[in-house]
């Protein structure tokens, strides 16, 4: 369960932005059934869902990407680099005093009834700090801190990371918690296990994750699941059926190394590729009686919001089953804004979500705002000024006689109350010329 990811000079943002799921106090009296996990071990009250707003080229996917870099790197600095390889981070360009300087990353999350605080700071061309604290009962404590080659690591209870470090195995460009879950430090494989099960999905293209949600189908009750979403959704869609390849009638025009690819996996590993989803409609005659199912192509006649939600449901039911957070960079891209209600009630529940699953995303739909679901400590911006700057903040932020709980927030958003939304001034400077070009006064 993510509590904290906090990130410094890394793409817009110059200083450091921290987005924190922690419940406010304020707020404890609005939707704390529904919305909010409580961590009695810690007594710990933490937030189930969080959206970000902001104007285009605010800083809202570049946070994301943040979250994007820092899972990569953890799960594949270790073994996906060589010595000398540059590392893919990129700092702060607009200001002289960051653009050589490092970029941050930190995460406090808990996993496993025990809460563990990581972070590292990188160049291009090395990792110049890294840490990892954990608490497994009411005290935080260290298990290592670094500055670049030189570690100081708790012996007894990270013994594989001590290990590494003794026999200097660590690369000065890769990770120390990389190196020690891939020799099986206990610690270590437990934090890179969290990053995995952490996803973060684009929102504007479902290509990387659809074929996940293809193959759960082959699961009778997971494909009864993802049916149960597609009909909840008001898609028409009745039932869904693979088409599978035939390697023996692939298209002339494909290329011969795919080709031979394709037929060797499927002799070789017996490796089935799905071609098309048919999708099942209900077909009536001209008095409106049911008479049959028709099949459509899920490719060529389903919309692309009906084909990106369809993706949308693995990854969906996937978190809510296991409890893990989901990010979604444009959740709400072309889908509908009362779908996007429901995605956000099935994360905002108590009985549809026991496990305690997180949901966070970015959106530009202001009819969110409107709906109830969320409380202010939910409601999340960022905004970047003249210099360049991203900045994120919540609208728990502001005193509560500024904001109250009760006051409508998509009415005073759009208007500029809480910021973050783009000044469009110069519009009001655009006219047209008698030749019909675009000028500016």
Aim: aromatic residues 12%; hydrophobic residues 35%; glycine residues 4%.
């Amino acid at each position: 369960m993510l509590i904290q990811f906090s990130v410094k000079n890394y793409r817009s943002f110059k200083e450091k932005a921290t987005i924190s799921l922690v419940a406010s106090n304020y707020d404890k009296e609005t939707r704390e059934f529904d919305n909010i996990n409580y961590l009695e071990k810690f007594d710990l009250r933490v937030l189930k869902s969080a959206v970000i707003y902001g104007a285009n080229a605010s800083g809202k996917s570049k946070f994301i990407e943040a979250i994007m870099f820092m899972k990569h790197f953890a799960l594949n600095s270790s073994k996906d680099t060589q010595k000398g390889d540059e590392i893919d981070v990129e700092s702060f360009k607009l200001n002289t005093s960051s653009e050589n300087e490092p970029s941050e990353f930190e995460v406090l999350f808990d996993f496993n009834n025990i809460i563990y605080r990581y972070g590292f700071e990188v160049n291009r061309t090395a990792v110049v700090a890294e840490w990892l604290y954990y608490k497994p009962k009411t005290k935080e404590v260290e298990l290592f801190y670094r500055d670049f080659q030189n570690f100081d690591v708790h012996p007894k209870n990270f013994k594989k990371g001590n290990f590494a470090v003794k026999e200097k195995l660590i690369r000065d460009n890769s990770l120390l918690l990389s190196l020690a879950a891939q020799l099986n430090d206990t610690v270590a494989t437990s934090i890179i296990d969290w990053f995995r099960r952490f996803k973060t999905i684009s929102g504007l293209n479902e290509d990387g994750y659809q074929g996940y949600t293809v193959g759960r189908t082959g699961t009778p009750e997971y494909k009864n699941k993802i049916l149960e979403l597609l009909k909840a959704a008001d898609l028409g869609i009745q039932d869904l059926q693979l088409e599978i390849l035939d390697v023996e009638k692939l298209p002339k025009e494909m290329p011969k190394d795919l080709k031979e690819k394709i037929i060797r996996e499927s002799k070789e590993e017996d490796t089935k590729y799905v071609s098309d989803i048919l999708t099942s409609h209900k077909k009536y005659d001209s008095s409106k009686k049911y008479v049959s199912d028709v099949n459509f192509s899920f490719q060529n006649d389903e919309s692309s919001g009906t084909q990106k939600f369809f993706a949308l449901t693995g990854p969906i039911l996937d978190t809510l089953e296991k409890g893990n957070t989901l990010i979604v960079d444009e959740l709400d891209s072309k889908l509908h804004a009362n779908l996007i209600c429901k995605i956000v009630s099935l994360f905002n529940s108590k009985e549809l979500n026991p496990n305690g699953a997180q949901l966070i995303f970015n959106t530009h739909d202001t009819n969110l705002l409107n709906t109830g679901l969320f409380r202010r400590d939910q409601i999340w911006f960022t905004e970047k000024d003249k210099y360049g700057e991203s900045i994120l903040f919540s609208l728990a932020d502001f005193k509560s006689d500024e904001v109250r709980k009760t006051e409508a927030f998509e009415e005073n958003y759009i208007r500029g109350k809480y910021g973050a939304v783009p000044f469009l001034g110069l519009f009001d400077n655009i006219t047209n010329n008698p030749l019909g070009e675009i000028v500016f006064k």
